[in-house]
């Protein structure tokens, strides 16, 4: 009964630790440390068994989170959060803008408390009280960080919707334009707005910064395709990444992930590629 009361959860932990953490490695541990805490407690005297594993989690990815201040601030170029692969075949577990990269950046700009706060309160239903607890703040101060989180995200949360069909057929001409070098056709998939963040945690070459506008782009892209052309269609494939359509590329036995943004326009809003080996080490090759 243990165990089955916690497994029963297991999903709802990875998903909050995963999104507080922005790392599947660290939500497995946080989940695998909340099931040593369970096993130790007095479970007869735990009225609600998900609440009580939710304020434990939140509780484990706070000490993370202050634990990780100085890595992540000495950090090489951008930082985006480990990839979250499934196959495509799979009907997405929960809506694609709930784990999309776009969703956790801007989750990853509030404070830990503030994070801890949202996604608790907003998504995990915890009521006040719960987070006082879990936040050792009293309860003005818990809707204060409640408060302040969800204008940030309700700020960032795009206006419009898109459907995983349409997402697809993005992410298909996208590799289609890439593996053909046809800078006409790539054109015509990007946003003139359109973002390209690649993060290599200086361990694999990326652009050390975000880069901003089409044609920004294109001339990144033409310049990368000069010296190392896309790979082959058998060495890329589609999956789901954060929800939406995107694709796990292998080149010279080097792992990326490209996580594609959509917009309503028939265009891509963002491009994330994730080239960190850390980060890739889960990966299903």
């Avoid at 939140?58 to 202050?66: A, E, F, I, T, V």
């Avoid at 809707?143 to 459907?163: E, M």
């Amino acid at each position: 009964m243990t165990a089955d009361l916690f497994e029963a959860h297991r999903t709802r932990l990875s998903r909050l630790a995963y999104r507080m953490l922005g790392s599947v490695a660290d939500a497995e541990d946080v989940v695998q440390d909340a099931w040593l805490r369970w096993r130790r407690a007095d479970q007869a005297t735990v009225t609600d068994p998900g609440a009580w594993l939710a304020r434990v989690a939140g509780r484990l990815c706070l000490d993370r989170l202050r634990a990780d201040r100085a890595r992540r601030e000495t950090y090489v170029g951008p930082w985006l959060p480990e990839p979250l692969v499934e196959p495509l075949v799979d009907d997405p577990v929960e809506r694609a803008e709930a784990v999309s990269v776009a969703f956790l950046l801007t989750l990853q700009r509030l404070s830990p408390l503030e994070r801890a706060a949202f996604l608790l309160h907003d998504v995990f239903e915890a009521d006040y009280a719960a987070l006082a607890v879990t936040l050792e703040r009293d309860e003005a101060a818990c809707r204060q960080l409640v408060s302040r989180a969800r204008a940030h995200v309700k700020s960032a949360r795009p206006r419009f919707t898109v459907s995983q069909a349409e997402a697809a057929r993005l992410v298909a001409a996208f590799a289609d334009a890439a593996t053909r070098n046809d800078a006409t056709a790539l054109a015509s998939l990007l946003a003139e707005d359109c973002v390209f963040i690649s993060d290599g945690g200086g361990k694999r070459k990326a652009a050390l910064r975000p880069i901003v506008g089409r044609e920004d782009i294109l001339r990144f892209f033409v310049g990368l395709a000069t010296r190392q052309p896309w790979p082959p269609p058998g060495r890329h494939r589609a999956a789901r990444i954060n929800g939406w359509p995107g694709l796990v590329v292998e080149d010279d036995e080097v792992w990326q992930t490209f996580a594609f943004e959509p917009g309503d326009d028939g265009r891509l809003r963002a491009i994330y590629v994730v080239r960190n080996p850390d980060k890739l080490a889960r990966l299903p090759v």
